[in-house]
């Protein structure tokens, strides 16, 4: 594959030893509650199998629990969560036979920006398009880049769309700023999902940042269960780190 300019920018890599405050979550992260309301657990949903709901904990464990014992909230959510994984697909769920779980099950990424002008710079620099899926009676999806100037809208076809997508944490800071900039760019909002959609080379500039980063630490990448970038400032540009990553527990350590 050929490297652009834009990727020839951004493959050295720096890590971040300190947490810096200002910093805005991009996650799938949740709350579960039962039917009781005694249990909850704060997992990220992973897909719905018959009469269960698959969930990953922040550790990178599995929870099975049966949907017929998830509170009407959770329910709810488990399936808005698996009608939007429905409509929209899932990347290829593994483009290196050495990983031994799907991207979009392991990768998280954090922003750190000051402000939404920042932050919509950070999204024109990545090539990154936001998108809104899912809003009653209008089928595809309402695409909108170029935000930090004069927003591109278009619109897609939910069955053409295979690229790596990402939710903002609802009612967080970055579903904020999500919101604010598809009004800017014109776009309705009302009842529809905010989805990031990253390009293939992207993805493919994530997977290399993530891989080295594991092999500094002596690690393979078939052992990752997450993986958490960060979005720094690297003046006069942006470049992305691995804050986190977490790995399987070794066989003896079981």
Known sequence: MRTSSFLGKMLTVVYLGL???SMCRLASAETWTDRTGKFSVQAEFVRVTDSSLVLR???????TIPIDQLSADSRALAKRLYELQRSVGKSQPITDDKESLPRDERWQIEFEVRD???YAQTLDYFRIELGVIGRPGRKGI??????ASSPKTRRGETEKEKRLY???TASGPLEKFDRQLLEKAGVPLTGGQVLKFINAELEDLLATVERDYAKSKDHQVGEIVKTTFRVVKAEPDFQFVVHEQRYRAAKGDL
């Open 19 to 21: 947490l810096v405050t």
């Open 116 to 118: 939404l002008n920042e």
């Open 57 to 63: 904990k922040p550790d990178g464990s599995n929870v």
């Open 142 to 147: 309402d695409y909108a880049a170029r935000l």
């Open 166 to 168: 990402f939710m903002a």
